[in-house]
Structures are given as structure tokens and as C-alpha cells.
């Protein structure tokens, strides 16, 4: 079976659920309960996102969500932001290491958290040199959006860990 992409004057999207869209093909195709997953989540926020069914199977692939019209990218990506749920942290208390772990008490949009992590190198990765991403021993993620906009404390607790 071959790849099905979808542009924007190809098919119409309804929201269903929290993370689940319906999809009707303009030649009358209709497709219920898709779940919209990023191919590339860290690189690829607003291209290729599959839709997957309930099985997991690939029905199509939106190859970038600027093609659709506004109606339609905002009820994906209102799907998508649900579904890739991350916290932004917007300040870093502080940083302690002890017994192999790291702990950063820092405060996101969704409150105040403590943040454990097991292996720095793999869990804290510096992108396009100001954005971050944290995992934490549970398998949570966290995102400091831009390195650049933290107070100066909360760089200096973080910087020597990146």
C-alpha cells in the first residue's frame, strides 16, 4: 500500500476527542478515530504528522500543517499539543547533584516540580543552542524553550549540566 499525504485541499478534519480527529476525503473517503503523531517530534513541530487509527496503522501523512486551511491546522494542532503535553520551564530554583542523580527544582507554565535525573547525558539535550530538553526518571519531559530568556540565576544553576 502506498503512502497516502494530505494537503490541504484534500481532506476536511473534526475533532473527535482530546487527541482523536475524524477525516473525510474530498472524493467521499472517511476515516474515524485518527490519532495525529509527529514523524520527527523534536525537529518536525509542523511537518509530517501521521494519522494513525486505532490499530496504529498509518492512513495518512499531513507533510506540513501550513497547507491546511485554519480551521483544519488548528484542530491538529490543538490535538497535537494535548497528545505532546510538555511543560515549559520558565525558571530554574536550583540544581543539586547527589548519589548519580540530578535534581532541578524549577518552576514550568504548569506550576512548581522537581525534576530527577538519572543519566545528564542522555536525558538533557541542547538543541539549536538555546532550546532544551529534560527527561526525568519517570520518563516526563520538560522544555526550556530558549536558554536566552532565563534570569541569570536560573542559567547559572543550569550551564554546568548542558
Excluded at 39 to 57: S, V
Excluded at 86 to 96: D, L, S
Excluded at 121 to 133: A, D, E, F, G, P
Amino acid at each position: 500500500m502506498s503512502r497516502m499525504y494530505i494537503d490541504g485541499d484534500l481532506a476536511r478534519f473534526f475533532r473527535k476527542d482530546i487527541t482523536t480527529v475524524d477525516m473525510e476525503l474530498y472524493d467521499g473517503r472517511r476515516f474515524d478515530g485518527l490519532e495525529p503523531r509527529r514523524l520527527f517530534p523534536l525537529t518536525g513541530l509542523e511537518k509530517y504528522i501521521a494519522l494513525l487509527d486505532a490499530d496504529g496503522a498509518e492512513r495518512g501523512i499531513i507533510r506540513d500543517l501550513n497547507t491546511l486551511s485554519k480551521k483544519d491546522r488548528e484542530i491538529i494542532t490543538d490535538c497535537l499539543a494535548e497528545y505532546y503535553l510538555i511543560p515549559k520551564v520558565a525558571k530554574i530554583y536550583g540544581c543539586r547533584e547527589k548519589f548519580g542523580l540530578l535534581t532541578i527544582e524549577a518552576n514550568t507554565d504548569k506550576g512548581d516540580v522537581s525534576i530527577v535525573i538519572r543519566n545528564i547525558s542522555h536525558s538533557i539535550k541542547l538543541m539549536y543552542n538555546t532550546r532544551v530538553l529534560l527527561r526525568d526518571t519517570n520518563d516526563n519531559r520538560y522544555e526550556i524553550p530558549d536558554l536566552t530568556k532565563l534570569d541569570k540565576k536560573s542559567r547559572s544553576e543550569i550551564d554546568p549540566f548542558l
